[in-house]
């Protein structure tokens, strides 16, 4: 009886036995699942890690994870107590002991861009911390997952929708930053791209094509600078970078030319991770940028983890692909800098042409990848809600032809209501009335500075007619949404004038000379008579009227031409 009952008991305690592995196993089936999916396990070293992180993935080994949970935990409390400073570094730390697990690493960042930015009530605090999301993601996380589409995607996004959009009240700030970062990098608005893109892709590729012991160098120690390493810090030091003067005493123009190309190129490398050589072969596909708008750099990266996707022989990631066409839509609509003052507040940006085209075929293109998902429907539907905004901001702009071709496109795909209007004019005149009741502040002033420019360009051509009713329109637009926008801090329009002012210099230096001097004696003409009328008191209230209805039909004082803006 005894042996009978040890036997049933050892066979129960084998039963438990084998049910308890067979669920510790099922366990361990799933949790390396999850481990493999979000890239948890370390399998090899991490390309180019610094020291600290070759230390913390190989020394510590499967501690890593327990290590990693610690400081999340830690990370949390921070978070509650408002102590952010030290989350900053934590995140850091947390991102080396999981470099692979780049969903840690984007929730990280988004904390630090958006949570925890707009706690402070400082912009420039503000913009410390929507940095510390981006330096995150680009500079630890993209290295750690140089192929990870997500990545890609977090990052574009940043730029995209906190930088680029309006939600935040310090978006100007922001823009003003980045504007001004890129132009201190660049040292030009307008910098010679295709030579940047010429340069050696790296200080190795340099020193090879110049070695230390070359002529090259020989002048350059003439100069005073020993070494490369001396020569760069020299380059980076001022906040507007620039080679010494110095140099062009022994250098020829070239060289000059191709050594201050090369270190732009690299300060760009080192401190934005932009490659200019895809910076000029995106302008080629897409059409030209402004590389200092948010909009441009969310192009940029979105543009990467499609590729990086495409790479690996899979469809392109759906939303990197989003981000890239609705960035064209954006930077059409206000990708690119008209006027950039020493105030945040008085940067101002204007639609980017050069994209029309290719954010139709980036929905376009989007379409037929997707097609065979609810995916394709929705980007069919942003189509043709693309092509409504963008006609009536062409047709402003004066590029007639390019309004009626998509007017033409809009009415094949989707038809024109007759609420909508019969032909393009009528149309363009019901979105006008729309856009006056619905605009956020980036369309109402790209409306208003398309208005003003076309109603220059009809007043050098001589109709005047044309000219005044642009005006008109720019005017009643300006008035109307300040007048509905007056509370609301982040919707404030620039004045009147000094939108008027800014499209006037910028027409300064992109239109032929010819036009300058007609535009400038027109603008001439309105000062003589506004002198006039200022000394002729005795004129009667109607008699004023029809004189500056007769005399200064666009009604706008004009700033002299060296008005700095």
């Known amino acids: 009886m005894n042996r009978f009952r040890n036997t049933t008991l050892i066979l129960v305690l084998l039963l438990v036995t084998a049910g308890a592995l067979f669920g510790i196993r099922q366990m361990e089936y799933r949790m390396d699942n999850v481990i493999n999916e979000n890239k948890l396990r370390f399998t090899g070293a991490v390309n180019d890690a610094p020291p600290a992180v070759v230390f913390t993935t190989v020394a510590l080994g499967s501690f890593r994870g327990l290590l990693a949970d610690v400081l999340w935990l830690r990370s949390e409390m921070l978070k509650g107590k408002k102590n952010y400073f030290e989350m900053v570094q934590l995140a850091r730390w947390i991102t080396d002991l999981q470099p692979n697990y780049s969903a840690g690493t984007a929730y990280l960042a988004w904390n630090l861009a958006y949570n925890i930015s707009v706690t402070s009530s400082n912009y420039e605090d503000r913009w410390y911390w929507v940095n510390e ?4 993601i680009r500079d630890k996380a993209m290295l750690y997952n140089p192929d990870d589409p997500m990545i890609y995607r977090e990052l574009s996004w940043i730029y995209l929708h906190k930088l680029g959009n309006l939600m935040d009240d310090a978006n100007l700030y922001y823009k003003n930053q980045m504007a001004t970062q890129m132009t201190n990098i660049l ?13 050696p892709e790296s200080k190795e590729a340099f020193l090879k094509k110049f070695p230390e012991d070359s002529q090259f160098w020989e002048k350059v120690k003439k100069a005073g600078y020993n070494s490369y390493d001396e020569l760069f810090v020299a380059f980076r030091t001022p906040v507007k970078a620039a080679l010494p003067d110095s140099l062009r005493l022994y250098l020829t123009q070239a060289e000059f030319d191709s050594l201050d190309a090369f270190f732009r190129a690299e300060l760009l490398r080192n401190k934005l991770k932009l490659d200019p050589r895809r910076m000029v072969e995106i302008d080629r596909r897409y059409g030209k940028m402004d590389w200092r708008v948010p909009e441009s750099q969310a192009i940029y990266w979105a543009t990467v983890g499609v590729e990086k996707s495409l790479e690996k022989g899979l469809q392109p990631d759906i939303n990197c692909t989003r981000i890239v066409s609705n960035g064209l839509q954006a930077a059409f609509k206000s990708g690119r800098i008209l006027t950039l003052g020493d105030n945040y507040d008085a940067i101002q940006v204007v639609p980017n042409l050069n994209l029309a085209d290719s954010a139709y075929e980036a929905f376009e293109q989007a379409e037929e990848d997707f097609s065979g998902s609810g995916a394709g429907m929705s980007f069919y539907s942003a189509k043709i809600n693309y092509l409504k905004d963008a006609i009536p901001l062409i047709y402003i702009y004066g590029n007639i032809s390019k309004a009626q071709e998509f007017y033409d496109r809009l009415k094949q795909i989707d038809g024109v209501t007759r609420e909508r209007g019969r032909n393009l004019d009528e149309f363009v005149m019901i979105e006008y009335a729309e856009d006056v009741r619905d605009a956020d502040v980036k369309k109402a002033s790209a409306v208003i500075s398309g208005l003003i420019q076309r109603s220059l360009i009809y007043l050098i051509y001589g109709n005047r007619e044309s000219a005044v009713a642009n005006e008109r329109l720019a005017r009643y637009i300006h008035r109307s949404y300040s007048e509905k926008n007056k509370d609301v801090k982040r919707n404030t329009l620039l ?47 109607s008699q004023l009227w029809k004189q500056e209805n007769r005399r200064n039909p666009l009604g706008t004082t004009f700033v002299k031409k060296e008005t700095t803006m």
């Open 495 to 541: 004045p009147y004038n000094q939108i008027k002012n800014g499209v006037l210099e910028n027409m300064r230096r992109y239109l032929p000379p010819a036009m300058v001097n007609i535009l400038e004696a027109e603008i001439e003409a309105e000062r003589a008579d506004q002198a006039s009328e200022q000394k002729s008191d005795a004129v009667s209230g």
């Open 133 to 136: 999301g981006i330096n995150l």
């Open 187 to 199: 040292g030009s608005t307008t910098p010679n791209w295709e030579l940047l893109a010429a340069a």
